[in-house]
């Protein structure tokens, strides 16, 4: 088990779900897959976000996924995704989450619903009552929600959340929210901006890319966290082609297909996802092959 004060620090991959031919989760796989990361040098584990396609799957299946995540990785590794349409359902997943003993969970504001300031204080109010620590998730591209930095400081400052999963891209927001709520941990949220969140104060990255090349992805982080450019800008530079995927609409497919190439099991994804276009996958590959051929795994 793990003993950090703050479980979401550290790389926590958004972990992939693999499926089975028949579009079926394979439960096992998973397990596997969430023990293959950790081993791997990843601090935890994200299960039930965009990336686990959690809009897919049923409520039996989502309960079981975080049971497998827990079960092989232990409960304060876990950040679990609960976003749903409204408040009420996430304060379930929440809850959910805590009894079973995830050390935390990344929220989105309301999905489908453009809300304003005074929804979004509501939403996390009433989902911080499961009594979780919550992770916030900017991710104005699809929630068309922004958590700007004067709104998750005053999230914070009301003590609803502990950190921010930023995925905006806008590396100068790092800066802003030190200024506004010093003690709120950023976490990188977009793959592609890893460096420059790093070097700007991020203690943790929610991360895509590790479900494919785990080893390489940690020693970038823990580079870019160190200030060590010597180490991490080569590294950057042969993963960015992949890595600049996750910002992507295809970004689960692309993370599957690198999956596979590095001989995970990625497999399909369920709909509305569908495989890559042949162009699309032919510059996944060749990314995905040559950092494979540097010997990066």
Same mark, same amino acid.
């Given at each position: 088990?793990?003993?950090?004060?703050?479980?979401?620090?550290?790389?926590?991959?958004?972990?992939?779900?693999?499926?089975?031919?028949?579009?079926?989760?394979?439960?096992?796989g998973f397990a596997g897959?969430?023990?293959?990361?950790?081993?791997?040098?990843?601090?935890g584990v994200v299960p039930n976000g965009s990336l686990g396609e959690y809009q897919t799957l049923t409520p039996e299946e989502r309960t079981r996924v975080i049971e497998a995540a827990v079960e092989a990785v232990g409960g304060a590794r876990v950040m679990a995704g609960v976003g749903a349409y409204g408040a009420a359902e996430s304060r379930r997943w929440a809850e959910q989450a &805590?009894? %079973? $003993?995830?050390?935390?969970?990344?929220?989105?504001? !309301? @999905?489908?619903y453009r809300a304003d300031e005074r929804a979004v204080v509501a939403h996390?109010?009433?989902?911080?009552?499961?009594?979780?620590?919550?992770?916030?998730?900017?991710?104005?591209?699809?929630?068309?929600?922004?958590?700007?930095?004067?709104?998750?400081?005053?999230?914070?400052?009301?003590?609803?959340?502990?950190?921010?999963?930023?995925?905006s891209g806008d590396v100068r927001r790092a800066y802003e929210l030190a200024e506004l709520a010093p003690d709120l941990d950023l976490l990188v949220g977009s793959d592609d901006v890893l460096?420059?969140? &790093?070097? %700007? $104060?991020?203690?943790?990255?929610?991360?895509?890319? !590790? @479900?494919?090349?785990?080893?390489?992805?940690?020693?970038?982080?823990?580079?870019?966290?160190?200030?060590?450019?010597?180490?991490a800008l080569p590294l950057y530079r042969t993963l960015h082609p992949l890595l600049r995927w996750d910002s992507?609409?295809?970004?689960?497919?692309?993370?599957?297909?690198?999956?596979?190439?590095?001989?995970?099991?990625g497999g399909p994804c369920r709909q509305p996802r569908l495989p890559l276009a042949g162009e699309q996958a032919a510059v996944v590959r060749a990314a995905t092959e040559k950092a494979l051929a540097e010997g990066l795994r």
């Open positions: 088990m793990d003993n950090r004060s703050k479980p979401w620090h550290g790389v926590m991959v958004a972990t992939a779900l693999p499926l089975h031919d028949d579009l079926s989760v394979d439960f096992d897959h969430c023990r293959w990361l950790v081993g791997n040098g990843c601090d &805590g009894a %079973a $003993g995830c050390g935390s969970v990344l929220l989105l504001p !309301p @999905n489908s996390y109010r009433e989902v911080a009552k499961a009594g979780v620590p919550i992770v916030a998730y900017n991710n104005p591209y699809d929630t068309k929600v922004d958590l700007t930095p004067a709104l998750l400081a005053k999230l914070h400052e009301e003590g609803l959340i502990v950190a921010v999963k930023e995925f460096l420059e969140l &790093g070097v %700007a $104060g991020a203690v943790g990255w929610v991360a895509g890319y !590790p @479900n494919a090349l785990p080893a390489a992805s940690v020693a970038l982080y823990r580079a870019a966290l160190d200030g060590d450019l010597d180490t992507k609409t295809e970004f689960v497919q692309a993370i599957k297909l690198s999956m596979d190439l590095a001989g995970r099991h």
